[in-house]
């Protein structure tokens, strides 16, 4: 069993809706949460990051970390066609060398 | 600054054809990574270094090797390419202090093995 799991999709919704992604994990050392937005052949851009768990918002994106319930979800309201992208989730125990990624999920917003 | 820089960008190859990617980044960062990327397969950790003058294995070390030239460059040899290594390879780097896990990526070589 992989140590994080992203729902696949892929995702189609129109613009203007609220989009959610999400992960689980099975590791509780992870302490560390981040999102990655990759546009089609580019590399991942970081988007959001956040500390253990709670919320955090930046602009129209909001991310949720659920530590008990070894859940993270991003949403993205009011989602336009700019934000039609792969989105990974990530995440990382303190001091260790390396993230471990989900496979990410593919969303497309059409006009 | 440039960020994290990739060459080539593109590639093919014969199987059994040897040959070396090459990542450099600008950013001063202590560690860098090698990921490739296959359709529904997220990024999967090749080799990486935490710092200069180590190297660890990923998780799909098979096939390929590293060197970690200087605190810059981060290299990824294929000795023997086979189709199975057709893929698009990234490198990544970060700072390596508590607090910052944010990872820099470069724009990918595309690599494909006939």
């Known amino acids: 069993q992989k140590e994080v799991e992203q729902d696949p999709g892929p995702l189609s919704v129109p613009e203007g809706a609220i989009v959610s992604l999400n992960c689980t994990y099975s590791?509780?050392?992870?302490?560390?949460f981040m999102w990655y937005r990759q546009y089609s052949r580019k590399g991942p851009e970081l988007l959001m990051y956040?500390?253990?768990?709670g919320n955090k918002e930046d602009g129209r994106f909001t991310a949720q970390v659920d530590k008990s319930s070894k859940y993270i979800s991003l949403f993205i309201r009011d989602s336009q066609p700019s934000d039609s992208a792969t989105y990974l989730c990530?995440?990382?125990?303190?001091?260790?060398?390396?993230?471990?990624f989900g496979d990410g999920t593919t969303l497309t917003v059409k006009p | 600054n440039a960020g994290v820089t990739q060459t080539p960008k593109f590639q093919v190859l014969k199987t059994g054809q040897s040959m070396t990617l090459q990542c450099a980044q600008d950013?001063?960062?202590?560690?860098m990574y090698w990921y490739r990327q296959d359709p529904g397969m997220g990024l999967r950790l090749i080799y990486y270094?935490?710092?200069?003058?180590?190297?660890d294995k990923g998780e799909v070390p098979n096939g390929y090797n590293v060197s970690r030239l200087n605190k810059r460059e981060f290299s990824l040899r294929l000795e023997s390419a086979a189709p199975s290594q057709t893929s698009v390879y990234f490198c990544?780097?970060?700072?390596?202090?508590?607090?910052?896990?944010?990872?820099?990526f470069g724009p990918g070589t595309r690599l494909t093995v006939t």
């Open positions: 990544a780097s970060r700072v390596l202090w508590t607090g910052s896990y944010e990872q820099y």
């Open positions: 590791n509780s050392a992870f302490q560390y």
């Open positions: 956040t500390y253990s768990s």
């Open positions: 990530a995440m990382i125990s303190t001091n260790a060398g390396k993230s471990t």
């Open positions: 950013m001063n960062h202590n560690s």
């Open positions: 270094s935490a710092s200069e003058g180590t190297t």
